[in-house]
T-cell receptor, first 117, second 114 residues
C-alpha cells in the first residue's frame, strides 16, 4: 500500500532563509504528486502538483518541488521564505490507478512551518 | 466565486446527539470527499463520492454516514457522536478523481464532542 512520509514535523526558520521540506512515498510505479498548504485558520489549497514531464515543478508564491523517482521523493523548496509562508504543508500522492477517476490520494502527516520575522 | 462551503464552522455537542455537517460546492464537480484532520495524523479520508448516489468508504468511515442526492451537496452525518470524533473536518471537491485532479477544500468545521 502507498504511504507518504514527511519527516519534519515542525520547521522554524528566519525570514530570507532557504526552505526544503522533505516528502517521500513508498510506491514505485507511476505517481501523481501534490503539495497542499494550509495557512493559519484557512482551508487547504493547492501549492503545486506533478503528473508528468519536467520533474522540477513550479507552484504559486515562489515554491517549487523536484520529483526524484530514484529516491521516491518530492521535496518542496523555496529560496527565500517570508513571514507569510507560515503555514502547514502537506505532501500527497495518489495510490491506485494514476489515470483513473478511482484514483485515491494519501496525505502525509504535515509539516508545520514557522517563520520568525 | 468558485467555492466549497461548510456549515457550521464550529460545533460543540454532547455524546449521542445526532448531527449533520453540510457541504456544498458550486463548481459542478462530480467528485467530493470528507476528511478529518487530527494533530500528527494529517488528513484522513472518511467517505468519498464519485457522483450522485455513488458513495464509498474512505480510510476511517466508522461512526459516519454520507449521502449524495444532488451533485452539489455532500452532507456528513454523525448518528451518535462520541468524543473520539472531536476533530477538524474538511469537505473537498474535484472534477476528476482526487488522485488525478486538484481538490478544492471547504473552510473546515471544528467539532467538539463532550
Amino acid at each position: 500500500a502507498q504511504s507518504v512520509s514527511q519527516h519534519n514535523h515542525h520547521v522554524i526558520l528566519s525570514e530570507a532563509a532557504s526552505l526544503e521540506l522533505g516528502c517521500n512515498y513508498s510506491y514505485g510505479g507511476t505517481v501523481n504528486l501534490f503539495w497542499y498548504v494550509q495557512y493559519p485558520g484557512q482551508h487547504l489549497q493547492l501549492l503545486l502538483k506533478y503528473f508528468s514531464g519536467d520533474p522540477l515543478v513550479k507552484g504559486i508564491k515562489g515554491f517549487e518541488a523536484e520529483f526524484i523517482k530514484s529516491k521516491f521523493s518530492f521535496n518542496l523548496r523555496k529560496p527565500s521564505v517570508q513571514w507569510s509562508d507560515t503555514a502547514e504543508y502537506f505532501c500527497a500522492v495518489n495510490h491506485g490507478p494514476y489515470y483513473s477517476n478511482a484514483s485515491k490520494i494519501i496525505f502525509g502527516s504535515g509539516t508545520r512551518l514557522s517563520i520568525q520575522p | 466565486e468558485a467555492q466549497v462551503t461548510q456549515n457550521p464552522r464550529y460545533l460543540i455537542t454532547v455524546t449521542g446527539k445526532k448531527l449533520t455537517v453540510t457541504c456544498s460546492q458550486n463548481m459542478n464537480h462530480e467528485y467530493m470527499s470528507w476528511y478529518r484532520q487530527d494533530p500528527g495524523l494529517g488528513l484522513r479520508q472518511i467517505y468519498y463520492s464519485m457522483n450522485v448516489e455513488v458513495t464509498d468508504k474512505g480510510d476511517v468511515p466508522e461512526g459516519y454516514k454520507v449521502s449524495r442526492k444532488e451533485k452539489r451537496n455532500f452532507p456528513l452525518i454523525l448518528e451518535s457522536p462520541s468524543p473520539n470524533q472531536t476533530s477538524l473536518y474538511f469537505c473537498a471537491s474535484s472534477s476528476g478523481g482526487e488522485g488525478t485532479d486538484t481538490q478544492y477544500f471547504g473552510p473546515g468545521t471544528r467539532l467538539t464532542v463532550l
